[in-house]
């Protein structure tokens, strides 16, 4: 075994050419839960899209039925029609079958199947001078993209329907006769064509964040459980590759690769590694489960601020350790308006005289929730019912923002 | 309420809005082509338009009912007065109020797909929009068509209403199941790291070591420190595969698994070794004093540091150790004749005092004292207690 200079150190410092360390809890957990993108709830909501594409693909092939008799030549029409039925079914087999997935090549065939379904509709309507009343699988197409709406990004939806929407708005312009009444037709069909892409965009957009945002917070929520003091998530894993390191220097010694006396640049990093294993192995257990959950949630971890010198957080129950955190989750996340800031400072202690409950002794943990931009009466009444499960508590507005006092029983750890 | 029948419903109403305001604005825009209806009836629209885009921005944010409501009364209003007022509207009219009542306020059905009330209500809104839609329409359009695009509009609204509902149920049982395998790995994390950080009399070594190390390994034997840093990379491994290894050979602390341990053996393996790194340690007084083991690894190392900064830094090769007990305290006095220091001028963190002495000696409830001045010398005395 040889030893390699580490590429960053684990309080967070980087030693150079070193990629950044994965400190977000969220992003780990999902990439290793789900490797591909489409996975958790997407799937369904993407058998969800290819229904309400189906049922658009039943209307205008109604419509198109109708038209039949007014088309000067219904042949491209038709095979309009084929083309987008065919690739769209593709897709969607192919998709479902290699796992949620679609790769870069089957979207660009997929694409090419579109713009040869609009091309032909094109042709087919071109003598009847009024591509707003007569398209059918032209508009369609644009639907077609909400299928694949959960297997690509954003942009390449956006993109592929802002070209289709260019491509049938330039027709219209140079196709459609001057007349007034027939303008209205035109708008319609552009807007059936593209809105329901976009909207779509935003739905799963919307999707993907609800799920982030919960699995946030689930993967948080184990930290109810933990013990008074616990390490983080990551605490063992640096403790490994710490000792690991360790383990390779020592070893590279011992077997004489690396020369007695150490170089300047070897004995720093011998030094290095001993500050952090002596910090990690001294400082590690210092922390309660409400630091853990704070500083591993990206929701928490950007707007709550902690003070609790005497741990006593570590000493609330689970039951009170969940309303505590659904309490603080609710204040942050029930933003109306995404711009809107809002932060949450939690302070624990000191502890204050014990009191006797039930014949047993208690201790008193105050626990003062301020908040800044959360008006009192926007508070969601659920952070009530949470606030309720931590213990007594009264609320009032310090700086226009709302302040919460909760008097918090605990077991005396004394006792125990 | 279940935190994530919230966030569905954030999502369900954020579709709404964004859905109704960009049909409402496609309405508008066609009503706003010239000769699309009476331009009195134009007039009389545009307030309601805005009122209308009002209430669609606010069923974004609140899950009332009653913006609902606004929303189909205000859309039904427009129709009748596009329809009513004047002859009648032209095609570009006609669009508009299509546009509305089949799209703008189906926009509405997402909303309503979660619960019984709501289900009803979205029946009622639908016969209520598309029947008034279709009579109104009627001396401009042929029934079947109005009724075919009112039946889309709302049905497709309503599938992505009932899909995002059931949607969100699979993905927050797979979110869950994610929940308990993290918290099993949260348990399986605090438990190694409990080994690992268990582990401490080695981690002891291991440091010694890479102390020396981190000073090039100066002052010592090289063929003492190859030996050294064998054993402890041994060590390492051991605990990496999983075992909890018990260094009887290295010789360096005593790390038997009992509930109670001698000091005095374990006092004279840390003689040994700084005696192999070039510092005579003395000791006097009780040989034979019966320690708990977290006590005992405490004070040990502590002990340990202090003599390793005296190597270190006092730039003699002799140290007395003094050992004394009474029915409540070990203490251990380090004295060494050295170059001592000024404490004011020396940082106590730079010498891991303050980590590696007192913080760990607090921890079992003992405490560290330091005693020095420039030239003569350095005292700590460690307290414990028994």
Redesign the interface.
């Known amino acids: 075994m040889s030893y390699s200079a580490p590429e960053e150190n684990t309080l967070g410092v980087i030693l150079g050419r070193g990629r950044r360390r994965e400190s977000d809890a969220t992003r780990r ?1 999902i990439r290793e ?1 789900t490797p591909r993108r489409a996975s ?2 997407t799937g ?2 993407a058998i ?1 899209a290819a ?2 594409f189906g ?2 693909a039943i ?1 205008g092939l ?1 419509w198109f039925v109708g038209l039949l008799p007014t088309y000067p030549n219904p042949v491209p029409a038709a095979f309009a029609w084929v083309v987008l039925i065919a690739v769209v079914a593709a897709v969607f087999i192919t998709s479902r079958v290699i796992g949620d997935q679609l790769p870069d090549w089957m979207f660009a065939i997929f694409l090419v199947g579109l713009a040869a379904a609009v091309a032909l509709d094109l042709w087919a309507i071109w003598p009847l001078h009024d591509i707003g009343r007569n398209t059918t699988a032209a508009v369609t197409a644009g639907m077609a993209l909400v299928v694949v709406i959960t297997l690509r990004k954003t942009a390449d939806i956006l993109v592929s329907v802002g070209v289709l929407g260019a491509v049938l708005a330039a027709a219209m312009v140079l196709n459609t006769n001057a007349d ?6 035109q ?2 069909t552009l ?1 059936f064509a593209v ?1 329901p892409a ?2 779509g965009v ?2 799963v957009r ?2 993907r964040r ?2 982030q ?3 946030d ?3 948080v ?3 109810v ?3 008074r003091f ?2 983080g ?5 640096e ?2 590759r710490l ?2 390191a ?2 390779e ?3 590279s ?4 690769r690396t020369k ?5 640049k ?3 990093v ?2 290095s ?2 500050t952090e ?9 210092r922390e309660t489960w409400l630091y853990h959950a704070i500083t591993e949630s990206d929701m928490l971890g950007k707007s709550v601020t902690l003070t609790d010198k005497a741990s006593l957080a570590g000493l609330l129950d689970p039951q009170q350790r969940d309303g505590l955190l ?1 309490a603080a ?2 204040l942050v996340s ?1 933003t ?2 995404p711009s809107e800031t809002r932060s949450v400072a939690i302070a624990v202690g000191p502890a204050a005289a014990s009191a006797e409950v039930h014949g047993n002794r208690k201790i008193t943990v105050p626990v003062v929730i301020t908040t800044t931009g959360v008006a009192r009466n926007r508070v ?1 009444p ?1 952070t009530w019912d949470a606030i309720r499960k931590v213990g007594q508590y009264s609320d009032s507005t310090q700086n226009s923002s709302l302040r919460v006092d909760i008097h918090c029983l605990v077991d005396n750890p004394a006792d125990n | 309420m279940d935190l994530i029948a919230k966030e569905r419903d954030r999502l369900l109403q954020r579709t709404a809005r964004v859905f109704g305001l960009s049909f409402t604005v496609v309405s508008l825009v066609c009503l706003l082509i010239p000769g699309a209806a009476d331009p009195v009836a134009v007039l009389l629209c545009l307030p309601l338009y805005l009122l209308l885009g009002f209430c669609q921005y606010r069923i974004g944010s609140s899950r009332s009912l009653l913006w609902v409501l606004a929303i189909l009364a205000l859309g039904v209003a427009i129709t009748g007065v596009i329809t009513v007022a004047g002859a009648g509207p032209a095609q570009a009219g006609i669009s508009a109020v299509t546009q509305l009542g089949g799209a703008s306020l189906a926009s509405t059905a997402i909303v309503l797909t979660t619960d019984l009330p709501r289900r009803i209500l979205l029946a009622a809104g639908f016969l209520g929009v598309a029947g008034s839609t279709t009579f109104l329409l009627y001396p401009e359009q042929a029934p079947a068509r109005t009724i075919a695009l009112m039946v889309l509009g709302w049905t497709l609204s309503a599938i992505v209403g009932f899909w995002i509902s059931a949607g969100v149920p699979q993905a927050a049982r797979r979110i869950a199941s994610i929940g308990r395998a993290h918290r099993a790995e949260r348990q399986a994390s605090e438990t190694e790291a409990q080994r690992r950080q268990g582990a401490r009399l080695l981690h002891d070594t291991v440091l010694a070591t890479l102390t020396l190390l981190a000073h090039s390994g100066v002052g010592v034997a090289p063929a003492a420190l190859r030996q050294q840093a064998a054993d402890d990379a041994r060590l390492l491994r051991q605990l990496r595969l999983g075992a909890t290894p018990t260094p009887q050979a290295s010789g360096v602390y005593n790390l038997e698994v009992v509930e109670e341990t001698v000091l005095g053996t374990t006092l004279e393996s840390v003689k040994q070794r700084f005696g192999r790194m070039g510092l005579e340690v003395s000791w006097h007084g009780t040989g034979q004093v019966l320690l708990p083991s977290d006590v005992l690894d405490a004070f040990l190392l502590a002990l340990a540091e202090c003599l390793e900064n005296v190597r270190r830094h006092s730039g003699v090769t002799e140290a007395h150790v003094t050992i004394t007990d009474d029915e409540t305290m070990v203490r251990a006095m380090i004295t060494d004749s050295g170059v001592g220091f000024t404490l004011d001028d020396v940082d106590s963190a730079r010498l891991g005092f303050k980590e590696s002495v007192v913080a760990r000696l607090k921890e079992v409830g003992g405490k560290a004292r330091l005693f020095s001045a420039p030239g003569s010398g350095t005292t700590v005395v460690l307290e414990v207690p028994r």
């Open positions: 957990v839960a958790l709830g369904f909501i969800g229904v309400v049922l658009r209307y109604v007034i009444d027939d303008v209205a037709p708008i319609t807007a809105l976009v909207i935003v739905i919307g999707f609800l799920v945002v919960e699995l917070r689930v993967l929520q184990s930290t459980s933990a013990p616990a390490v998530m990551m605490a063992s894993e403790l490994a000792d690991l360790a383990e220097l020592l070893d010694v011992a077997t004489g007695l006396p150490l170089s300047p070897t004995a720093s011998a030094a590694l001993a294993l002596r910090l990690h192995l001294i400082e590690g257990r659904s989750w609710l029930d109306a308006k969601d659920a």
